[in-house]
C-alpha cells in the first residue's frame, strides 16, 4: 500500500495554509514533492496579508529566501540539496537567471539536479520575482 504524507516543518501552523509546503510519497517510490517556494515566509495567513509579502527586490535575496523556505522542508525530513533531483524555477524575467543560477550554486555546489526554467508574468505576491518546486529522493532510512 502507497503511504502519501503531508509533510509540514511546522505542525502547529499548517492550519494557515491551503496546501502542504511538501507530500512524502514512501511506497514504492520514496518521493519528496516541495511545493513552489517564493520570498515571502513559508507560513503565511491566506487570504494574503500584505505585510507578510514585503520582499526585497534583489533576485539573489529573493533566491536565498526561497531556498531558506525549502531548506526547512528538506531538513523536516533530514535530506540535504544532494537529495533534490528536480527543479522547478519560476522567474518574471529570464534577464535575472545568472543571478538566481549563482545562489543555487551556492547552495548545491557540485550537484545539478534536473532542472526546467520558465518564465511568467506574475506570482502570488506582488514583487515576488521567483519561485522555486523541487523533487527530491528520500532514502529508505528516511522515510
Do not use: C
Not at 520570498?39 to 526561497?66: C, G, I, N
Not at 534536473?114 to 528516511?142: F, Q, W, Y
Amino acid at each position: 500500500m502507497t503511504k502519501i504524507s503531508e509533510v509540514h516543518p511546522r505542525p502547529e501552523e499548517a492550519k494557515n495554509m491551503p496546501y502542504a509546503p511538501a507530500v512524502s510519497v514512501v511506497e514504492p517510490g520514496g518521493l519528496l514533492f516541495i511545493a513552489g517556494a517564493t520570498a515571502s515566509p513559508l507560513y503565511h495567513r491566506h487570504p494574503h496579508v500584505p505585510e507578510e509579502h514585503v520582499l526585497p527586490h534583489d533576485m539573489k535575496e529573493q533566491t536565498r529566501r526561497a531556498l531558506a523556505n525549502i531548506k526547512m522542508v528538506l531538513d523536516a525530513k533530514g535530506l540535504t540539496w544532494r537529495n533534490v533531483v528536480k527543479i522547478t524555477k519560476y522567474v518574471t524575467d529570464m534577464r535575472d537567471m545568472d543571478d538566481m543560477y549563482e545562489v543555487l550554486n551556492e547552495h548545491f555546489g557540485d550537484w545539478h539536479p534536473a532542472g526546467t526554467l520558465v518564465a511568467i508574468n506574475n506570482l502570488s505576491a506582488p514583487g515576488a520575482r521567483i519561485e522555486l518546486d523541487m523533487i527530491a529522493v528520500m532514502p529508505s532510512d528516511k522515510k
